[in-house]
């Protein structure tokens, strides 16, 4: 990310974020909505171009504007704050805290798993934590919702966590002023960089699989790379487990 362009993009992703506010005050007003959602098209083809994923969905979105129910626009809203979230916290440019102080970790033996659309790894590395290491891995979606915000339910279950392992796949086509490539999902980032703060860089490890482009603003994580299968990295997981003192239950 260009420093210098980092200031305009954020005030950008704000200025969407509070349109999106007013809509979701009053949804009936019909006239408040567009204002969020092209706002943050413009804002995210800035950061991924014009052909990633999420920006195309964006783009649905306006063009079918009348036809998004209350629970999409919300759904749209809470991913789209997400990514302003963690533009926020690799700029330093929190509007309330400007730089994030890692906590000391919870006791216990949760490790939180974070992925994208890998399932089949992320459930390999969860067992290989549980039976190989005795510990207790956290996966999103093993996890009963209760109704809750997406981002609520999050950080219910990362706060009780001492160690994240973040499954880096290439599931986003990235097209912007230069040749494609491939990079995680944005809430795999967004999610590594909310553990990153809490934790600090020690407990966070990135396991990386081949053909996946890493943004350099989390090129200072810790990361195994990995071709297929991230069973074949288990002496590298343990390093990265007994550095921190994990310890079997």
């Known amino acids: 990310m260009d420093n210098t362009e980092t200031p305009v993009l954020i005030e950008k992703f704000r200025s969407a974020h509070s349109a999106g ?13 567009r204002p969020f959602l092209r706002r943050a098209h413009i804002a995210l083809k800035m950061l991924y ?23 999409q626009y919300h759904a749209l809203f809470l991913e789209f ?17 400007p730089r994030s102080q890692a906590s000391p970790p919870p006791a216990g033996n949760n490790v939180f798993i974070i992925h994208g659309h890998d399932e089949t790894n992320a459930l390999r590395l969860r067992n ?5 290491f005795g510990l207790n ?3 999103m979606k093993r996890n009963p919702g209760m109704s809750r915000a997406l981002l609520e339910k999050f950080e219910d279950l990362a706060s009780t966590s001492s160690m994240a392992f973040a499954v880096i796949t290439p599931d986003d086509e990235i097209v912007n002023h230069g040749p494609a490539y491939f990079q995680a999902r944005s809430n795999v980032i ?17 396991l990386l ?17 990995f071709r ?11 390093r990265e487990l007994d550095a921190v003192g994990m310890r079997r239950a």
């Open 128 to 132: 290989l934590l549980k039976e190989q």
């Open 21 to 33: 506010l007013r809509a979701l005050e009053d949804f009936s007003k019909k006239f408040h909505r």
């Open 209 to 225: 699989k081949d053909g996946t482009n890493v943004q350099s603003d989390i090129d200072g994580i810790s990361r195994i790379p």
């Open 49 to 71: 171009g014009f052909r990633a994923p999420v920006v195309r969905k964006y783009s649905d979105a306006v063009k079918n504007l009348w036809d998004v129910t209350e629970e």
């Open 228 to 238: 297929d299968n991230i069973e074949e990295k288990v002496l590298e997981i343990k």
């Open 81 to 97: 704050k997400h990514i302003l979230n963690y533009l926020e916290f690799v700029s330093g440019q929190e509007a309330i805290n």
């Open 190 to 206: 967004f999610e590594a960089g909310w553990f990153v703060g809490r934790l600090g860089i020690a407990r966070v490890c990135l």
């Open 137 to 139: 891995p956290i996966l």
